[in-house]
């Protein structure tokens, strides 16, 4: 795809995000199935369903995929997605990779140490990239993915997170 097809593509719903902001609020949503014989959940992914389980550091035995690694994915996934739109749009010819890695301590996730956190105490993004680009564009790139990459900005800011349940 070019910046003329892109644009194209884009046109329509930019116009009509202008002149209804209320069309341009999604809710996006995933659901999944708690598996009744094992530790596991089944994520209905629209393409497939994927099974998560525990990581092999919480007992798992890596058979499974990890809710951990599944978030690293969606990072690298969007941040992939979003730097290849931006770069059609400015029309730079770029190729490479992408890779997401995060720090946990599993005493936390496990109630081994009060102390320790649960969660990502942090995570890096990097992108591997060829280009003839020069270093400006390159920046300018790097900047404007991390403007609009969803799940990294999500991540960045924070967002509030409600829990609830119900009983049948």
């Known amino acids: 795809m070019d910046r ?5 593509i884009q046109k329509p719903l930019k116009d009509r995000y202008r002149s209804d902001a ?4 999604i809710v996006l949503r995933a659901q999944g199935q708690l598996d009744e014989e094992k530790i596991a959940c089944k994520v209905d992914t629209g393409r497939q369903l994927v099974e998560a389980g525990l990581h092999p550091a919480t007992g798992g035995t890596g058979a499974l995929a990890c809710s951990g690694d ?3 994915e969606a990072l690298v996934a969007c941040a992939g997605v979003t730097l290849r739109s931006v770069a059609t749009s400015l029309e730079l010819d770029v190729a490479g990779s992408v890779h997401a890695e ?3 301590d599993f005493r936390g996730t496990l109630g081994v140490d009060r102390e320790a956190p649960v969660g990502f105490a942090a995570i890096r993004l990097r992108f591997d990239l060829a280009s003839d680009a020069p270093e400006e564009k390159l920046a300018k790139l790097i900047e404007l ?3 609009y990459c969803v799940v ?6 924070g967002v509030p997170v409600e829990l609830s349940y119900s009983t049948s």
């Open 4 to 8: 003329a097809e892109l644009q194209a």
């Open 22 to 25: 209320a069309t341009a609020l």
């Open 70 to 72: 599944m978030l690293l």
């Open 102 to 104: 995060g720090d946990l």
């Open 145 to 147: 993915t991390e403007r």
């Open 152 to 157: 990294f900005q999500t991540l960045a800011a």
